[in-house]
């Protein structure tokens, strides 16, 4: 019993797994949902393969990124894709080609990992 008492109480010390794991996975669930959708929309495949494999990756991009990262990150990605003078202030901004490079490599890694082509 109290080998057991003792596990318990070490699970919930400041910098145990289970508490770092709590603050490292701060991504809202509406967020979550507007990745999976977009995703999903995107891919190809069955529709219930879709939406597993893309829970699969946002799951594991907010295991590389924080959600203010993965917001910035993104935009920044976003952004290249935006025709005329708004797009080309993104692109011009040296941070942003850093942060667009960071999110894909970070998503392409997911990616990988959760078997999406």
Known sequence: MKKLL???VI?????SPAVA???ANDFPTL????YVLGCARDAKGPELEKLYKCSCVIDAVAQRLTHDE???YSTAANAFGIGGERGEMMRAYAGGKEMAGKYRAVQAEARK???MQ
């Open 6 to 8: 003792v596990l318990c």
């Open 11 to 15: 699970g919930l010390l400041p910098g």
């Open 21 to 23: 794991a709590e603050g």
């Open 31 to 34: 967020a979550r949902v507007e």
């Open 70 to 72: 993965y917001v910035e």
């Open 113 to 115: 990992a959760c078997l």
